[in-house]
């Protein structure tokens, strides 16, 4: 943490000094809707060839970044010739990647990417920047699309497509191709001989269907690949699983969270669809649902569960949800139709601080939604976060105690993350606001983390001291992980079998059975959050 604040009292009341940062949860939808629009005119752009990157993001388990398969999907259908190149599943070197970019011939690069990706971006324009001259580099997701003035200079790019890019991919490679031109091409933002124009917000596909859109050229991706790599629990390692989306945007406004654009469900048809499609062409087992969507109202998700139903469609799949969106009915339906884990955005275990973020959740919903999950048999993964403004040691305490209280039958640590303001987010405008980030420069220097951890705190929000929010966030970390260690050694013990007695005599000793504190060490240095927060 890099501010000083001078008290270091620990306030165990819990009073919070600010109020919600946003408040009404359609405010998004509302904004948006006046880009949303369905006609999309595709130019000839037949001879033109472009290469996509996907960064890598260090994880273990490889999961297909959807959002360039769509804009793969945009570029064919004006006849340009696309490849798809994952870092993150072959792990280029520096070397490696210079060979492919120069062997590949191609001038226009594109690169998708969210902001924890960032210094690989950096790394890969820089590589492109050195052996490919006159490269045209277009950078595209959650990295550029708040900040793009400050993530075009810092990475070296040339282009950045704000939000959802299917719309502004046909104008802007026309503009490339000399027909037409960046002044008049909407949704993107750029630099020309140093000077930053931004041509505003992007034209939004109403329901992103295959007609309207098209789905994700999957072809373009080392699909396999997809398929062999480490599984999230609860499914099997010999499972065959890939990604899909249910619908774009998300009507809330967690204060903590970045969204761009409306909520918009993908109508089921097209949705269930595609989902045969890719069962039938990849023989899959299942689905990671990854986006927010799926649970947002009892009659999409009855809707969809029916729809899944009468199609007969035997899958697997889990799925992030709403504790305020479940019903007895609700998780009836989800386990009938083939859901196997809900990952949930708990967020905190203190009521106001859920009223500060404008989660719009209670606790009752929480503890009333993973009882009703768990007892439907079906594994419940959640998020917590420590950092909001006006947390303190009580806060964090109260969140530790509801991981404590609703943990049971895991394989896994759970913890409490920190709170990360990223651009985008009404918590990064606050904290520029009230002078806790100084520029967009003075964050990227603050966030150090490149990879899915979200072990720091990079902007001290909360009313302690810097040295006490530290102190107080690993002592959370700790507890935590002793807690899960013992849970875990009692659940090894009653499931393998084994000796309990000297599990016990351990645990009055103060010691753990290494195995345990192996696994649960390995475990938690792979964190599988997906990246939900819903
Ligand atoms: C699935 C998902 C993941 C997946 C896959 C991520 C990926 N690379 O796609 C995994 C599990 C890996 C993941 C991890 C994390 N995620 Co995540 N994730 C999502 C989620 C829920 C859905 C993404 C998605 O598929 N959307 C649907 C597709 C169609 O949209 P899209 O990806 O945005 O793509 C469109 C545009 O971005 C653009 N575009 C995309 N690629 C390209 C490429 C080019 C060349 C161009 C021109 C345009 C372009 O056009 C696409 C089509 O419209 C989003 C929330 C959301 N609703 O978007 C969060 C989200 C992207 N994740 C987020 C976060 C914070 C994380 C984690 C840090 C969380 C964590 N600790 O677990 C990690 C970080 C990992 C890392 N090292 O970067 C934030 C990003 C914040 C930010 N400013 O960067 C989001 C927005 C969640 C949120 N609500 O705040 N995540
Ligand atoms: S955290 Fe989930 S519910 Fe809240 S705004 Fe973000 S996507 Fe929507």
Redesign the pocket.
């Known amino acids: 943490m890099a501010n000083n604040k001078n008290s270091s009292l620990i306030q165990p009341s819990v009073t919070i000094p600010i109020k919600p940062i946003r408040t009404s949860p359609w405010a998004n939808a509302v904004r948006a809707k006046q880009g949303i629009e369905n006609e999309v005119k595709y130019p000839n752009l037949d001879g033109m060839r472009v290469m996509?990157l996907?960064p890598d993001?260090?994880?273990n388990?490889k999961?297909m970044?959807?959002?360039?398969g769509?804009?793969a999907t945009a570029m064919q259908r004006c006849g340009i010739d696309v490849t798809i190149t994952d870092c993150a599943i072959f792990s280029y070197d520096d070397i490696e990647l210079a060979k492919i970019f120069i062997q590949s011939g191609v001038k226009i690069f594109?690169?998708?990417?969210?902001?924890?990706?960032s210094k690989e971006v950096e790394r890969l324009c820089g590589i492109i920047r050195a052996v490919v001259p006159g490269a045209t580099i277009?950078?595209?997701?959650?990295?550029p699309?708040?900040i793009p003035e400050f993530i075009l200079r810092q990475m070296g790019a040339d282009i950045a497509?704000i939000?959802?890019?299917?719309m502004?991919?046909p104008p802007l490679m026309a503009a490339l191709a000399g027909q037409g031109s960046l002044e008049d091409v909407r949704g993107i933002a750029y630099l020309r001989d140093g000077e930053f124009f931004h041509n505003g917000q992007p034209a939004l596909p109403t329901r992103?269907t295959r007609v309207e859109?098209g789905w994700?050229a999957l072809d373009l991706y080392p699909i396999e690949k997809y398929i062999e790599s480490p599984k999230f629990y609860p499914f099997e390692q010999h499972e065959r699983l890939l990604?899909i989306?249910t619908g774009?945007?998300?009507p809330y406004a967690c204060d903590?969270?970045?969204?761009v654009s409306a909520y918009r469900i993908r109508p089921f048809d097209d949705l269930l669809d595609e989902m045969e499609y890719m069962k039938d062409k990849y023989n899959l087992d299942g689905f990671y649902i990854?986006?927010?969507?799926l649970m947002l109202s009892t009659h999409k998700i009855t809707d969809f569960c029916e729809s899944v139903l009468e199609r007969g469609l035997k899958i697997r799949y889990n799925c992030?949800g709403r504790v305020n969106t479940v019903t007895p009915k609700i998780i009836e339906l989800l386990k009938e139709s083939g859901c196997v884990s809900i990952y949930y955005g708990l967020e905190s275990g203190n009521q106001q601080i859920l009223q500060t973020m404008s989660k719009k959740t209670t606790l009752e919903q929480v503890h009333e939604a993973v009882r009703l999950t768990r007892d439907a048999g079906i594994y419940t993964a959640y998020g917590l976060m420590f950092g909001q403004p006006g947390e303190n040691a009580q806060t964090l305490q109260d969140s530790v105690d509801l991981i404590k209280n609703i943990s049971y039958g895991e394989y896994r640590t759970n913890k409490v993350?920190g709170c990360?303001p990223?651009?985008?987010?009404g918590l990064y405008d606050w904290c520029k606001e009230k002078g806790l980030i100084k520029d967009d420069q003075d964050f990227y220097d603050r966030y150090i983390n490149?990879?899915?951890?979200?072990d720091q705190l990079p902007v001290n929000m909360t009313d302690l001291s810097d040295s006490e929010a530290e102190r107080l966030f690993r002592a959370a970390h700790d507890e935590l992980s002793q807690f899960f260690q013992e849970k875990m050694a009692v659940d090894w013990v009653n499931f393998f079998g084994g000796d309990a007695e000297s599990l016990q005599q351990d645990k009055k000793n103060g010691a753990s059975m290494p195995h345990i504190r192996q696994r649960v060490e390995a475990d938690a240095s792979t964190y599988d959050?997906?990246?939900?927060?819903s």
Request: aromatic share 12%; proline share 9%.
């Open positions: 996509i996907i993001d260090h994880y388990k999961l970044s959807l959002g360039p769509y804009v594109g690169i998708g990417a969210l902001y924890p990706m277009i950078l595209g997701g959650a990295l699309t708040p497509t939000g959802e890019s299917e502004t991919i992103a859109v994700p990604p989306v774009r945007g998300c903590f969270c970045y969204r990854v986006d927010d969507l992030t993350f990360v990223f651009p985008g987010s490149q990879n899915w951890s979200l959050t997906s990246g939900r927060t």
